[in-house]
Structure formats: C-alpha cells, structure tokens
C-alpha cells in the first residue's frame, strides 16, 4: 500500500436506527483515479462528508499520508490536502474568479493583499486547465463548466493530494465533459489521487482506474476497472436493470391522447405530434434541440401558437391550470429550481397540488396527507421514508422521485411530460423511476419524456421522435432504433421526416 494513500478502515455511520455506512473500506492511491458508485441512498455522500469532515462517522479511521483525519474539521481536512468538489459550488457568485480561488488563504504582502499576485497564480492555474476565463470576471457570469473547472483550480491552488470529485460533469455540455475528463486523467498522471463519483457509467470506464460499488451503506464490489463495461458496472449497482432491460414494452397503439399541430414557440417549431393513449413517447435531441421548449409550451409555460389538444378537448394559450385540469401535467428538468421546494418537507412537496383535495373545512388534513405520501413513498421506493424529512436533505434520485411522485396521486392524469427525468440520478433509482412510468402506461397514462441518452429512449420509450433545431426530423418505433441512428439524426437534419 502506497505510503501517501487515502486509507479508509471500517467506517461506519448511523443515524438511529438507520444504518449509512458499514465497515466500509477504500483506498485511493496517488496518480489513480478511483470511481465511488452506488444507487441513491448507498450512502456515497455520507461518505464523502466522513471524508471532508463535514460529517462524523461512528466508527473507523480516514488516514491520509498516514495522517489521521477523523475529528479534523472540515477546513483543517482541507489543509491536510482533501479536496471536495460537490455538485453544488462553493463559489461565491458575486465575487471574481481570483478572489474565489484564494478566499481564505489570500497571498499577502505584510498586512496587505498582493492582488497582483494572486492574479498571475490563478491565470497560471486557469491556463494550465486549459479554460480562457478571465481572472477578474464575476463567477455568476460563468458557464456551469466554467465553474466547475474554477473549483477544480482553488483545489489546486489548496495543494490538493486527494481530490473527491461529486457528479462533476451532471449539468455540463458534451465539450465541459470532454475538457474537465481530460484535466483529471492529468491531475492523476501528476500524482494527485482522485475519488470520482458519478452516474455516468461510460466515464467511469473511460478514466477510472479501480472501482468501488456500494449498496445499503456495504461495499458489495471493489477492484480495477479492466474487465468492466457499463453494462456489468450497471448490473453491480443494480441488479434490476437487467430484469428492466429484459421485460418487454408493448407496442399498442390505441386511441389519440395527444394531439398538436402547427406547434410553435421560442426554440422550437413547427410541430405536429401525436401520443397514443398509454404510449410512451421519447423525445430525443442534443442540447438545443427544442425538447424542453416544446414540453414547457405544451404544458402551458410559454406562448405559442398552433393547437394542443388531449382526448379532442383544445387547451388555451399560456393556462397551466387548465392543462392540469385537463389532465396534462410536468416534471421539469431543473428539480432545484423549477421542481423541489426546499424548505419543504417531503411530504409536503408531494401533497402541495393535492391540498384543495385533501383539506377538509379550510384546515390541513396532516393524517391524509401522511397517508397520501405513505402511498407514494410505496410505489417509488422513496428513502428514507420519514414524511418530516426535509426535501433538502434528500439525495438528488430522490428528490427526481419526489417531484414524480407529486402526480401519480393525481384525479385525471392523461399525459405525463418528463424533461430529463433522470438527469443526475443513478442506475438503482433510474430503474424505479423507468418502472414507474411504465406502470402508469399501463394504467392508460400516456408519457412523453424528453432525453439526451440514446440508450434511455430506446429503453423505456414505445415510440422515439428526434429534433433538431426545434423540429421533428425522425419518428421511430423503438424497437426498430439504434444508438448510432439517433444521434445521425439529432445531428444532421432529415428531410423530409424518417419515418420506421
């Protein structure tokens, strides 16, 4: 064992009766790059705040060098040389990218800021992660790659030796991707020892060296990544994924749920579409594509022109009420801004739209709201269950299930709109979330959800529609799809319309 390793014995952690962690062990060598994987709720970020010292396990040690960091405080961890970059910044918005680099471990001269300085270390720094950021601009006026590449240089400048990377690349385009995966195989090649957690399973094997799977708080897997591939990653981290793959999605058409014509709004348009009853539409594209302005349009969102209709009934311009009272309804994309509610209890953002409903002479109903969320908590296999449990403190698989969950107990669901409904959540929740839609497609729900993943359309969806530039240049059964297909299409305009 490498003498300057980070060395995790026996970790474990609880809270009542609850237990996180178990006797987990893990060791992350300089110049390695060691993926963490697990299913939402395994408990990968209670064991990133072990290692941080954000969080304090109930038994184990965290060695660094030899060092021991259990007890440390989260900022004495940091000068250790433990680096966490989480998937939520710690930049702060209205301050320069430079004055976030060194906040708190400022360069000086005698009692002053050598500002001067500290401009030529982080332009050294930004040029090294091959990025041209300057260093005095706001880091609110920064693109989401950008940001995360600043981070990664206020690690550096930290002098980071073990760097713990929290989904980095969740919310970044394919080129952010390309060009932060390229800084951390370097950061390794240099000797710095990487911990990368994340759902995307074809980066995993593309830079990691060893992997390490958990499941309940148990490392069930722990090896090097030769003889890996995404699938068998998938099949360690959820053995249900298999099953899903396997189980055979109809085909059946029935009548017309939704209809649109002549769609048309900001970023997409014209659109004509139609989704059976109990149909499940994918709507493929790469970013830009449209997808998100048609659904957010369809629903009510945005203006447009054109018609919408469900079951013949035509839907007024702009009313998101009289979409849901018609039985169309959305799960956007963003679930941070536009989804969860923080302050929230679980409990509480799943019953909000249902309050009418469930309130009796004017007053909250606590007990039917318990046993509404009780009921959701079921079928989604939310964890953990507590009703009090602030939405906040959820991992973000279920935070994706609490927003989904707030319409399966809806009167009068037709038509459920997605908008990347797993985007950043992991192989163990996407199969109860897939499982989920398909139920209600059984149940006559029609689905239309919009993805970036060619493997996830033609997983889950019947029907797969591909846009590029805000139109309709392929519709497909999914059956008859391919991967490279797809993507020909979302980046080559078709014309006129493929159709299979």
Known sequence: MNPSALVVNGLSKSYGRSR??????????????????????AGKSTLIGCLSGATSPDAGSV???????????PAQVRRSGLSVIYQSFSLVGPMSVVDNIFLGDELCRGPFID????????????????????????????????KQLVEIAKAEHHQAK??????????????????????????ADSGVAVLYVSHRLNEIVEIADCVTVLRDGVVVEAGPIQGHNTDSLAAAISPGLTELAATEVGSERRSTRLRARGVSCTGAGPVDLEVAEGEILALFG??????????????????????????????????IRKA???????????????????PFTAAENVVLPHQKTLAGNGFRQTDAEARMYSRVVEALNIQPANHGILA???SGGNQQKLVLGRWLPAEGLRVLLLDEPTQGVDVGARVELYRSLQSLAADRVSIVFATSEPEEAILLAHRIVVM?????????????????????????????????
């Open 20 to 41: 996180v962690l178990s006797a987990v062990d893990l060791t992350v060598d300089p110049g390695s790059v060691r993926a963490l994987l697990g299913p939402n709720g």
């Open 63 to 73: 060695r660094l060098g030899g060092v021991e960091l259990v007890g440390e405080t």
């Open 115 to 146: 500002r001067s300085s500290q401009r030529t270390e982080a332009q050294r720094l930004l040029s090294d992660l091959g990025i041209s950021v300057n260093p005095d601009a706001m880091v609110d006026d920064l693109s989401v790659g950008a």
């Open 162 to 187: 073990v760097l713990v990377l929290d989904e980095p690349t969740a919310a970044l385009s394919d080129r952010e991707t390309t060009v932060l995966l390229d800084h951390v195989r370097r950061l």
């Open 286 to 319: 790469l970013l830009g594509a449209g997808r998100t302005e048609l659904l957010e349009t369809m629903v009510g969102l945005t203006s447009r022109t054109g018609s919408v209709e469900i079951d013949g009934q035509a839907l007024p311009v702009g009313s």
């Open 324 to 342: 849901i009272s018609a039985g169309l309804m959305l799960v956007p994309g963003d679930r941070k801004t536009g989804g969860i509610f923080e």
């Open 392 to 394: 906040s403190s959820l």
């Open 468 to 500: 590029y530039q805000g139109e309709i240049v392929m519709d497909v059964m999914a059956a008859e799809a391919d991967e490279a297909s797809l993507l020909h299409a979302a980046q080559t305009p078709l014309n006129p319309i493929e159709r299979s």
